[in-house]
């Protein structure tokens, strides 16, 4: 994983691809719905202050907030799962699989179905606490992490048992509630506002500097852990370092927006694909501005598709990313890890 | 069969009894063992008796004995055929294939004058389906499939099932409360219609996944040694894949999608008497139905007051509840292991 | 010799499951079937029929003919004579028996029995069926002795085979008010009480007419419950917005053909809608659970910069109502309420008081 120059250059074109990708997006995303603006009026509300005052907000404060929370949500999901698959030399490690987001959804649902008088500024930490323990769970039960298949196993009995839990919990609800927490389930970003922009922003601030810093320690665990202690590397405690980061990146995300799936499983495949290379300096901002457009581009149809009815954004990640991941994956399993 | 593995049936059977007359014996009405045989003989002390115990609680209680079985040996083949312990029947998109079939059904106008008999054939069409497309998602490029392979596309999709179920019920949301209790898994309410709808297919497949023992034994030896003793080793994992999702089916048709013990089962049953398949596959059936009893004894006694009644009322679990509970106990005996 | 003893146990096992099989086949689990004029002292089985039963009869006398039914599932029943004892699983039974002067047996808790516009004090008479919402106790259910059974669409049919021993059930699945008047005059009719069933069903219409012939209409009407970032609303696919979009201005259409605006719970719906429709009055369904009582959604709304852009949350106007009458009633009581509870909100000035 020498870092070539056609490796860089790879990845400079496609970060420009991505970012001009997520400029259409986010545009789109900021015209389309009720009402839907052109591009001038756009403008003219973003930069020159002007527009009728029910369409400044529509824009301001519920597009713009949604959209921001997208990115970010994206981003740090894709990071989870970069880092997760790297430190554990396994390409089906991802916040969903190990269940990590399935703990965290257990705390939020709880809090949530039980009206339990948390501070909204401080269900992440929560969430982080049930997220960590629920990866432990299945880490420490699984007790070899490069044996794919007992990690998989593991992991989806440990989210099995979680959702069961919260399905179980779910059921304690009246008629009314059932079916919003259902939706719970799924991860939805519908009407987010500013104020819960605020609560993931301080995480995504600290988190993604620190998991693009972590590259360098991601390259040196891929060669393996005899090589990496040959190269004074203490793996236990780095590795262990490394799942705390990796939890603690989508702590936030699912105490705001619910467990979203199959972002943070999706995207390092694709990044790792298009810059064929796994060197993490560059899978790592990649795969992020992946995660960015693909949670962004998920939440546009979600909106727009059934209108005026939403549907949550999961949904949508699941039901593509899904079929997706597993055409990616046939050709990897089995040949490049275990 | 060794003879741990007998110990094992004969307490099992044993404790499956006990179990049995116990189930019998709690609901709303609490029945004496006593009271429990005379309504089963016919000279019930009040006619009530009778009418909860024959036409209650019997069906109940012999469908759980017979699911519980059917996923305890579903279970069994399966971590045969991974060999490993941890497969659980789930894996083969059963469940997530019989809760969408029947989501499907339930709101694109199936009629629900007959729940019993329609409803349990479209969910195993559906598990039967799932399970179908896991086996086609499998197949490496060279047109087998290996243990990864399978549990990856199992996991998938399921995902994908229970995603496209949550999408129709939120566009047709009547059927979310029927549906809901489905996906943990419950035996509320299961009577004759569904012991009749169920029991063929378990006396078809039952016998039939006993039988595969011997070739399950050759298979756990790994696909190299198989293939050397003559086992036509894909052939033989498709064919004990498609019985396990039989039997799993079956059971989810019947009991909705129950989780767990279908793998704590035959789990346990392997730790109590060892990995020859033919003293397992006997043993995590039994087990499993035992857990499965037992669970239902257990959802059936707790009362729960639910933080917003207004009233405290005996309030009921659905078995699922309690073998998801179930979970909880087993992952910590995970962790306290040393790596296997 | 291994062999011989596994095989020896399949057999076992073979004709166990037969054995078994087919005795529950032949058992006909209605065990004493009911002569039609049997005197009714053996509770339970006497008033069982199969579901399915003999076709209701057209030549037959015109008693047999008020006792026969079809629900909302499609399922056909006769019943052997009028309904006396019946037991309600959900909310609109109660509502329909209050109507009629009937009582029920026993009903699910935590419904509207104990209201006193319904049975008040007489409801701690009334025994509880045991279980959850969606899994009432069956055995509950058999104590009782019933006649009739009525549960609801979507979550109760299920229960149909448990049932077959115990009593025929009646499956309502009403969509807008007139479904409701039809279930009542059905109930009316199977319990030989048309007259009170037509009498009631007439003053509710009565009552709507008037409220529908004085009211000027010129108000956005919302009916939403959650909280105010997972909320769901009354679409005019619903009961309450069936009625309310005669009465006043209910931009909610029903999403899809197939599916009910109120079910149990809501789709998510766009808030930038909302914001488009700009309701000048909400009613906002609550219901006081959890060991701490939540935050009124009326504050949590106040405070949330989208909804109070709202002319209803700036105004004041967000009144939380019952969600026991408003959303699990479904029964022209519950209706009735709910017209005297919100015209006089929405149109002050036209209705001081509810109409008589």
């Known amino acids: 994983m020498i870092a070539q120059p056609r490796h860089a250059l790879r990845a400079l074109a496609l970060t420009v691809t991505l970012l001009l990708g997520l400029l259409v997006i986010g545009m789109l995303a900021l015209q389309q719905g009720t009402p839907t603006l052109t591009p001038g009026q756009l403008g003219a509300i973003l930069f020159a202050g002007e527009g009728e005052r029910l369409t400044r907000i529509v824009v301001l404060e519920l597009r713009l907030p949604r959209l921001a929370l997208g990115i970010a949500s994206g981003a740090l999901l894709a990071l989870s799962g970069v880092i997760l698959q790297d430190t554990l030399r396994n390409p089906l490690a991802g916040p969903e ?102 609560i993931v922003l301080p995480w995504a601030l600290l988190g993604v500097p620190a998991a693009l810093l972590c590259a360098r320690l991601l390259n040196v665990l891929q060669l ?26 989508v702590a936030a995300v699912v105490a705001v927006c619910g467990p979203i799936g199959w972002v943070a499983l999706l995207a390092p495949h694709l990044a790792r694909r298009l810059l064929a290379t796994p060197n993490a300096a560059y899978v790592l901002p990649i795969a992020a501005l992946i995660g960015a457009a693909l949670l962004t581009s998920a939440d546009l149809l979600a909106r727009l598709v059934l209108a005026p009815t939403e549907l949550p954004v999961g949904i949508w990640t699941t039901l593509l990313g899904g079929p997706l991941l597993l055409i990616l994956l046939r050709s990897h399993v089995g040949v490049r890890h275990e | 069969m060794n003879r741990r593995a007998r110990v094992v049936l004969a307490s099992g059977s044993l404790l499956l009894m006990v179990l049995v007359v116990l189930h019998l014996g709690v609901g709303s009405v609490s029945l004496t063992p006593g009271e429990v045989l005379r309504a089963v003989l016919d000279q019930a002390d009040q006619p009530l008796h009778r009418q909860i115990v024959w036409d209650l609680r019997l069906p109940r209680a012999m469908i759980a004995i017979v699911a519980g079985a059917l996923l305890g040996l579903a279970g069994a083949l399966l971590q045969a055929i991974m060999r490993n312990p941890l497969a659980e029947p789930g894996l083969t998109g059963v469940s997530a294939g019989g809760v969408f079939f029947a989501v499907l059904w339930l709101t694109r106008g199936g009629t629900m004058a007959e729940p019993g008999r329609t409803l349990a054939l479209v969910a195993l069409a559906g598990g039967l389906a799932a399970s179908g497309l896991v086996v086609l998602m499998a197949r490496g490029p060279s047109g087998n499939t290996d243990p990864v392979r399978l549990v990856l596309a199992g996991v998938l999709v399921s995902s994908i099932l229970s995603s496209a179920t949550a999408l129709v019920l939120l566009r047709n949301n009547q059927a979310l409360g029927s549906i809901l209790t489905w996906m943990i898994g419950s035996l509320n309410g299961r009577v004759w219609v569904h012991w009749e709808a169920l029991w063929p297919w378990a006396a078809f497949a039952l016998p039939v996944g006993l039988l595969c023992a011997g070739v399950a034994n050759a298979l756990q030896l790994g696909d190299p040694i198989a293939a050397g003793i003559g086992v036509p080793v894909e052939r033989a994992r498709l064919a004990l894949l ?64 639910p933080p917003f009644a207004t009233t405290p009322y005996r309030a009921g679990l659905p078995v699922g509840a309690v073998t998801a509970l179930l979970g909880a106990p087993f992952f910590l005996y995970l962790l306290r292991r040393s790596g296997s | 010799m291994l062999q011989v003893r596994y095989r020896s146990a399949l057999l076992f096992l073979v004709v166990f499951l037969v054995a078994c099989g087919a005795p529950a086949a032949t058992n006909p689990p209605t065990a004493t079937p009911a002569p039609t004029d049997a005197p009714p002292t053996a509770p339970a089985s006497t008033s069982a029929p199969a579901p399915t039963s003999a076709p209701a009869p057209t030549a037959a006398a015109p008693a047999r003919d008020t006792l026969a039914f079809t629900d909302a599932t499609g399922a056909s029943v006769t019943l052997e004579r009028a309904p006396e004892r019946i037991v309600c699983v959900t909310e609109i039974c109660v509502d329909i028996l209050a109507d009629l002067g009937l009582e029920p047996v026993a009903v699910a808790p935590g419904g509207v029995a104990p209201l006193p516009a319904f049975f008040g004090e007489r409801a701690q008479s009334f025994a509880l069926i045991g279980g959850s919402f969606f899994e009432p106790s069956l055995e509950d259910i058999a104590a009782a002795k019933p006649d009739l059974v009525i549960g609801l669409a979507g979550v109760h049919e299920g229960l149909r085979d448990g049932l077959a021993a ?49 009211s000027p209409k010129n108000r956005t009407v919302l009916v939403m419950w959650g909280m105010d970032v997972n909320f769901g609303i009354d679409t005019a696919g619903s009961l309450v917005g069936s009625m309310l979009s005669e009465l006043t201005n209910y931009p909610w259409p029903a999403p899809a053909p197939g599916s009910e605006g109120h079910a149990s719970g809501g789709i998510q719906f766009s808030l930038e809608q909302v914001l488009a429709e700009n309701p000048d009055v909400l009613f906002v369904q609550t219901y006081g659970f959890g060991p701490v009582p939540p935050e009124p959604l009326s504050v949590q709304l106040a405070a949330n910069p989208l909804w109070s852009e709202i002319t209803a949350v700036k105004n004041n106007e967000v009144h939380e109502v019952s969600f026991a009458v408003w959303s699990t009633g479904r029964g022209l009581r519950s209706l009735t309420l709910v017209l005297d509870e919100a015209m006089p909100l929405i149109y002050p000035d036209v209705f001081p008081q509810p109409l008589p």
Request: charged share 10%; with cysteine.
């Open chain 1, 224 to 249: 393996g852990d005899d090589l990496a202690a040959g190269l004074g590397l203490a793996v236990a405690p780095v590795r262990l370092l490394l799942l705390v980061i990796g939890a603690a990146l």
């Open chain 3, 166 to 214: 115990i009593a025929p059930l009646y499956i309502m699945g009403p969509r807008t008010y007139q479904d409701s008047i039809a279930y009542l005059k059905d109930i009316g009719r199977l319990t030989g009480r048309e007259a009170e069933a037509a009498a009631r069903a007439q003053a509710f219409e009565a009552k709507l007419a008037a409220y529908r012939e004085k």
């Open chain 1, 97 to 198: 699989l190990l269940g990590i987001t399935g703990g965290a959804a257990v705390i939020v649902g709880a809090i949530t179905i039980f009206r339990l008088p948390a501070p909204a500024a401080l269900v992440p930490w929560f969430t982080l606490a049930g997220g960590l323990a629920g990866g432990l769970v299945v880490l420490l039960a699984a007790q070899s992490m490069r044996s794919t298949l007992r990690l998989i196993l593991v992991g989806a009995s440990v989210t099995a048992f979680l959702n069961a839990l919260l399905i179980g919990m779910i059921s304690l609800a009246t008629q009314n509630d059932v079916n919003l927490l259902f939706l719970f389930l799924v991860g939805s970003l519908a009407n987010r506002t500013w104020a819960h922009l605020a």
């Open chain 2, 242 to 305: 498609a019985i396990a999702a039989l039997l799993a089916a079956s059971a989810v048709a019947a009991v909705g999608a129950v989780g767990f013990v279908g793998l704590i089962g035959p789990h346990l049953t392997r730790r109590l008497v060892g990995d020859d398949a033919r003293c397992v596959f006997p043993g995590s059936a039994v087990l499993t139905a035992v857990l499965l009893v037992g669970a239902d004894v257990a959802a059936q006694i707790i009362t729960l007051n």
